[in-house]
């Protein structure tokens, strides 16, 4: 392992559910200690109810907002806020409001990242995805073959 610096838009991206995922440290990077992206999201994204078995998650909201779903209660989340997930807590979460979400998203250990990775592509910039992006008809299917191996489970 070695000392990791990053500057803005330097590191890998990728596009994955028609986000963008800025990779500031891979778990290889880190020795399988922590996973961190910048990621962003497009209003009215969702994801659905679901849980990691492997990692623990936090995000600390950089810009937007979002409703975020953690076991049984609901968070309303904007910019500044924090939430942090203990692996096997059932979560799901949608953009709110009418401007992208960014945040920094962190995983421990850190071999999360490498799922969307997989199941998305390389970013060919640091943007939203347009139709240079994955369709969701595409994309599905990658999720539901890919996530087992990495202890998501869709409830």
């Given amino acids: 392992m070695s000392v990791v610096v990053r500057t803005a838009a330097e590191g890998a991206a990728t596009w994955a559910m028609g986000s963008l995922f800025e990779h500031l440290v891979s778990g290889e990077e880190s020795g399988g200690a922590l996973g961190v992206s910048v990621v962003t999201q497009p209003p009215g994204l969702a994801a659905p109810l679901h849980v990691h078995t492997h990692e623990a998650e936090a995000f600390y909201l950089l810009e937007g907002t979002m409703s975020y779903r953690a076991a049984e209660e609901t968070y309303a989340l ?8 203990p692996a096997g807590i059932p979560h799901s979460f949608q953009i709110t409001g009418d401007v992208p979400v960014k945040f920094l998203g962190l995983c421990v250990p850190g071999g999360l990242m490498k799922l969307y990775d997989e199941v998305g592509i390389p970013a060919t910039e640091h943007r939203l995805p347009g139709t240079d992006g994955q369709s969701m008809e595409v994309e599905i299917p990658r999720w539901n073959e890919v996530a087992p191996r990495y202890g998501l489970k869709v409830l």
């Fill in 78 to 85: 904007s910019a500044g806020s924090f939430i942090y997930l």
